[in-house]
């Protein structure tokens, strides 16, 4: 059951953030779409691969939120992710592809488990669709002939890099974007982690 929205709530999601120099790429990318195709929104949050959907969650329970996703990350050892080119989702959405994987698949399937059953949230996938891991660079305010012309160009580009994830991020919207609150260490080695400044 989602429950009603109270002020203490805030949104939150969780994610995979590349490593450098990925995540600086990614970035420019983003950049360019808002320069040579008017769509800025992808710049409301760092470069990510969404794990879980956003969800509202109470502010004041935030480090009990943060420990139980450290207790979950414990279980699963770092994820290899290989990035493949740009795809899209039209009419509207462009990112950079990620090649399918059981490892990541697991991953975000496992999560959405706990997820239901430890913190009683239902939302893992957008309108309940599959998994489709990619790394958004435009997407809401591009505006669908815009969007044509923008795939013609990045279907002929090539974008390939893959990266060892060891670690999950939580992200929260502070009003106008999203940041990092922590990053979580996959694996056994995870330590509890402490909120960023």
């Known amino acids: 059951m989602i429950s009603k929205h109270h002020e203490k709530d805030k949104q939150y999601f969780v994610a995979i953030i590349p490593p450098s120099p990925i995540v600086e790429e990614a970035h420019s990318l983003k950049e ?31 480090n009990h939120l943060v420990k139980k996703i450290g207790e979950f990350a414990q279980r699963f050892d770092p994820v290899k992710v290989c990035l493949d ?30 997820f239901k059953r430890e913190l009683d949230i239902f939302n ?9 891991p990619h790394l958004t660079l435009a997407f809401r305010d591009l505006k669908p002939a815009i969007y044509k012309t923008a795939m013609e160009e990045f279907s002929g580009k090539e974008f390939k890099a ?5 670690k999950i991020a939580i992200l929260k919207h502070d009003g106008k974007q999203w940041n990092v609150l922590t990053e979580i260490q996959l694996g056994s080695n995870y330590a509890p982690p402490t909120a960023h400044t």
């Open 32 to 62: 360019y779409f808002r320069d040579n195709y008017r769509s800025k929104a992808a710049l409301n949050s760092p470069p990510h691969i969404t794990l879980h959907m956003p969800f509202l969650w109470n502010e004041q329970k935030e």
């Open 85 to 114: 080119n740009f795809s899209s989702f039209p009419p509207r959405v462009i990112f950079i592809a990620v090649t399918e994987s059981d490892a990541l698949d697991a991953l975000q399937k496992e999560l959405h488990r706990f």
């Open 124 to 132: 893992a996938n957008y309108k309940d669709r599959p998994f489709h």
């Open 162 to 166: 893959e990266f060892m994830a060891d």
